[in-house]
């Protein structure tokens, strides 16, 4: 028999394989069956190669297993073929928008990064207005000799993109003289605004952007400035981003303060590495009270008002310790927030109460995870639920308020949620499912977890899943790729402090590089008072201190 290389493993159900081992005890095997059995033993082959093979990374054993799928709804049932349907509409209720395929999608502007950028968008850039080289309004035309010229109200826009250092450096050589009788020296003085230190708050403000709101690492910066003519070693950039750190700190501190406030907090982990941290666990004794062996990077984004705060906090602890952490700052009258997570017992606060919400979209990817072994069964969860993200997206795009919304989602999802509650435990009580299956273990998570994952049903402001808080972690997650570890834990709270400021800066529209540079030439207001210096309102701070020294 020649071998084969096998490109995808074969998908097969525990239960085909049952069946198939009863038919082939029972009497010679049908072309189909043998077929499987080639099938199964020529992946069996493949997997084993790969694992043996020691340039195979995780990477690539995963794509094999799990394939490349995507996880959108379209994608995903797409295998199957056929047309979506649209919403079910309750009875006597106006119909429901279908949800955006390629016959019923609206007219949709292009999304961001698509096109060229006209000049509003380069906000950043030096603007300079040319006049006219030889005419001014209301001198007489030059063509016509008739008519007289007058300035339209937009000008022509000549734009000139140039490359230059993220860190740029400008050298004075002071002109000195010297008596030559007395040897007294006399040196010009600096022009007016350069200041006496090396590194002004701007620098600070770019090292911190690029290192922590960038992802690059210390010895990359290094490179990339050296390769420049401008260098500036690893070693400088963190003494100045720590100096940093200890300036602003007040406006990380006030941070915390507000989110402890927030109607809506979301919360979850994802793994990190402190090398200080881990020494010491190493070195822990075996019998020691404290058996945790785990590192983490806790994200926290609180929706206080109409504003988003995105908090980082590494080390030891869990996603529920540093959100019970914060919640200890919250005011003593104030109802118990929202906290939307996914279905860990760890990201709960202890000993503080919140109205639990769990992530819808963790329940439905366990569903997207087993399609190709239940396509059917998948097929009809992941419609129900492609009908409820729809009717949420309608509700935002509508600006319906937190009530409206959820007289909304009573009135249009409630009915396809009952629905499908109905046909989840219809599959276990009928034993339509077997419980220990793939598909069996994914219908157990929503129906343990339903009155958590259905919140948006029953209270306000509720969200649908966690993908919030799942994006603003993607931020350590680009850390942990690039950069590995942390060295010590005050390096980790530089990192926290960082990410938390700039990623705060970016939910609220703000320019995180201006942010940072203005908490540092205002460190004695910011300390005075921080909660003036917030993302959303330290433009009016600076502005008001620019006009008022004093302030």
Known sequence: MTRINVPQLAEVDVREIEELLQRAAQGPLSQADRDLIWKITMSHLHLGELVADRNTTIGQLRKALFGTTSEKTKDVLGQLGGDPVAPATPAGQDPIPPPPTDEHAPAKPKPKGHGRNGAKDYEGAECTEVEHETLRPGQVCPRCKKGKVYRLPDPAVLIRVTGRSPLRAQVWKLERLRCNLCSEVFKAKAPAGVGAEKYDATTASMIGLLRYGSGLPHNRIERLQGNLGIPLPAST????????????????????????????????????????????????????????????????????????????????????????????????????????????????????????????????????????????????????????????????????????????????????????????????????????????????????????????????GAPLDNNLCERALKRAIVHRKNSLFYKTENGAHVGDLFMSLIHTAELCGANPFDYLTQLQRHADALKRDPSAWMPWNYAASASSAATDPGK
């Open 237 to 460: 950039q963190w003494e100045i981003v720590a100096k940093c750190a200890q300036t602003i700190e007040p406006a990380f501190t006030e941070l915390i303060r507000q989110a402890a406030q927030g109607e809506v907090v979301h919360n979850d982990d994802t793994n990190m590495e402190i090398l200080a941290l881990r020494a010491e666990i190493r070195a822990r004794p075996a019998d020691a009270d404290d058996d945790r062996t785990g590192i983490f990077t806790t994200g926290i984004v609180a929706r206080v008002e109409n504003k988003r705060i995105a908090l980082f906090f590494t080390g030891r602890q869990h996603a529920g310790e540093n959100l019970a952490d914060v919640l200890k700052q919250r005011h003593g009258e104030s109802p118990p927030p929202i906290q939307m997570c996914d279905g860990l017992s760890r990201n709960l606060p202890k000993d503080l109460e919140v109205i639990l919400s769990n992530c819808l979209a963790h329940g439905r990817r366990k569903f997207v995870e087993v399609f190709d072994s239940f396509p059917a069964q998948c097929r009809h969860v992941l419609e129900a639920l492609r009908d409820v993200y729809h009717h949420d997206a309608t509700a935002k795009a509508q600006g319906l308020s937190p009530p409206e919304r959820l007289l909304f989602h009573q009135t249009h999802s409630g009915p396809v949620m009952t629905e499908l509650k109905e046909w989840l435990q219809t599959q276990i009580k009928e034993r339509k499912v077997e419980p220990n299956s793939r598909l069996g273990q994914a219908i157990d998570y929503l129906l343990k977890r339903w009155q958590e994952l259905t919140l948006f049903l029953r209270k306000p």
